[in-house]
């Protein structure tokens, strides 16, 4: 059964916790994303939140109907970071070029977190104003609606999937991140050319690149498919 919110006046209301604060919505989320930073999402419970609030893990549920509300609280708050901000330039490609880097930042800035909710959907405030913001931006441009949906689905799909792959790798233990990244250089470089010549041929372009985020480029790659789309 749901639990009961209660309305954000009486809230405030409250005494301060043990630790002198009182308590509020963007509070606990913060607090949460801290949570889920140092500890991960297996971290996450009520119990140890309330613990680093300062309050009995009941008190959680009078702000959110659950763990599961927290977590889309937490993904809202994350499209928040990422406009925060932000100004239109009225140059449409520059903007969602903008636009996409800072989902993907604001994403990265919180690897577990992006990993716990990076495939969410909200309809929270932050996110939909973004989904707002970038549809205004496309048929601003001049794009068709169909058109602007279309490309829209995969700008945003695009940002969520690279910040989920590019997190997941952050939220590795350093040795296996480290191990991965020696991959490059310890095994596809050293590849002979006898029985691999396409990876011998582009070894060192490889290890240039391949521990970095793709995302720029594939960014750039779908801006400029739909820039040619509105040149038809």
């Not at 949906?149 to 945003?156: E, G, K, M, N, Q």
């Not at 050319?193 to 970095?212: C, E, F, K, Q, S």
């Not at 995302?215 to 790659?221: E, I, R, V």
């Amino acid at each position: 059964m749901a639990k009961r919110v209660v309305p954000e006046a009486a809230r405030r209301r409250r005494r301060p916790t043990k630790h002198g604060q009182v308590l509020t919505h963007r509070l606990i989320v913060e607090t949460a994303l801290r949570m889920l930073r140092e500890h991960g999402a297996a971290g996450l419970t009520a119990r140890r939140l309330g613990l680093a609030l300062g309050a009995d893990a009941s008190t959680v549920y009078r702000y959110f109907r659950g763990m599961d509300d927290l977590t889309l609280a937490i993904a809202d708050e994350l499209f928040g970071h990422a406009m925060a901000g932000w100004r239109p330039t009225g140059d449409w490609r520059a903007d969602l070029r903008d636009l996409g880097l800072r989902i993907h930042h604001a994403y990265l800035a919180h690897p577990q977190a992006a990993v716990l909710t990076a495939s969410r959907v909200t309809g929270r405030p932050n996110e939909v104003g973004s989904d707002e913001t970038i549809l205004g931006i496309l048929r601003g441009a001049g794009f068709r609606d169909a058109d602007a949906v279309r490309i829209y689905h995969a700008f945003i799909d695009q940002s969520l999937a690279f910040a989920i792959l590019d997190a997941a790798t952050l939220a590795l233990p350093a040795a296996a991140r480290e191990g991965d990244e020696d991959v490059w250089r310890e095994t596809y470089a050293r590849l002979p050319a006898a029985t691999h010549p396409n990876i011998a041929a582009t070894a060192p372009l490889l290890v240039a690149r391949m521990n970095d985020s793709a995302y720029p480029t594939a960014l750039g790659m779908l801006l400029s498919s739909a820039a040619a789309q509105l040149t038809k």
